[in-house]
């Protein structure tokens, strides 16, 4: 069923910012994100010859206002890291469709997979990760919708199939980034005892 991560990532997300995260205005803002995704998710509108859906429109004016921010170093930076996410999903998803011999287990997770591996490749910080993830992931979604359906491959931009990659991917950038503060306390903390010994 499409849809499925999407749904349970976001809920998710949105009980932890809402119930669990200490009252503050980026605490409000990633709830309302959430919920405005989640809610926006089934709404699509024709902009001329595509089918776009809200969440996908909403999802990227939001990575899109926050990577606005950055300085202009970053942003250059950003806008490479977001244009070869693209290219790699977007080349990702026409192998995929002219060619799925070559596709060994389940396509949504090793798009996701290819991707986290991309972000992690280019940023360390978990925001910047995401932000890489949700732009270029998006704009690789255009790219890939424009190029189908110049050879009669009508597609939605932003289905749930898009949505379910994108959740998977920033679920586990999350999990890695968690994993990556443990051990980076683990360290400190083996470094603290060791300091004390000597």
Same mark, same amino acid.
């Given at each position: 069923? &499409?849809g499925?991560?999407?749904?349970?990532?976001?809920?998710?997300?949105?009980?932890?910012?809402?119930?669990?995260?200490e009252?503050?205005?980026?605490?409000?803002?990633?709830?309302?994100?959430?919920?405005?995704?989640?809610?926006?998710?089934?709404?699509?509108?024709?902009? /001329?010859?595509?089918? $776009?859906?809200?969440?996908?429109?909403?999802?990227?004016?939001?990575?899109?206002?926050?990577?606005?921010?950055?300085?202009c170093?970053?942003?250059?930076?950003?806008?490479?890291?977001?244009?070869?996410?693209?290219?790699?999903?977007?080349?990702?998803?026409l192998?995929?469709?002219?060619?799925?011999?070559?596709?060994?287990?389940?396509?949504?997770?090793?798009?996701?997979?290819?991707?986290?591996?991309?972000?992690?490749?280019?940023? &360390?910080?978990?925001?910047?990760?995401?932000?890489?993830?949700?732009?270029?992931?998006?704009? /690789?979604?255009?790219?890939?919708?424009?190029?189908?359906?110049?050879?009669?491959?009508?597609?939605?931009? /932003?289905?749930?199939?898009?949505?379910?990659?994108?959740?998977?991917?920033?679920?586990?950038?999350?999990?890695?980034?968690?994993? &990556?503060?443990?051990?980076?306390? $683990?360290?400190?903390?083996?470094?603290?005892? /060791?300091?004390?010994?000597?």
């Amino acid at each position: 069923m &499409e849809g499925i991560y999407f749904y349970f990532f976001f809920w998710i997300l949105w009980i932890i910012s809402t119930f669990f995260m200490e009252k503050t205005r980026q605490r409000t803002m990633l709830a309302a994100a959430a919920l405005i995704a989640i809610i926006l998710s089934s709404v699509s509108l024709h902009i /001329g010859s595509f089918h $776009v859906t809200l969440a996908f429109l909403f999802l990227f004016c939001f990575a899109c206002y926050f990577a606005a921010a950055q300085t202009c170093r970053k942003l250059l930076y950003m806008v490479i890291a977001a244009l070869t996410t693209a290219f790699a999903y977007a080349s990702f998803q026409l192998l995929a469709l002219f060619d799925p011999v070559w596709i060994w287990m389940d396509r949504t997770w090793m798009l996701a997979m290819a991707l986290v591996i991309i972000c992690l490749l280019f940023y &360390e910080n978990i925001q910047s990760r995401l932000l890489c993830l949700v732009i270029g992931g998006c704009q /690789g979604e255009t790219l890939y919708s424009i190029v189908s359906q110049k050879v009669s491959f009508s597609h939605v931009i /932003g289905s749930f199939s898009f949505l379910d990659t994108v959740s998977i991917s920033a679920f586990c950038l999350l999990i890695w980034s968690l994993f &990556e503060q443990i051990t980076m306390h $683990v360290s400190s903390k083996k470094t603290i005892k /060791g300091t004390k010994q000597s």
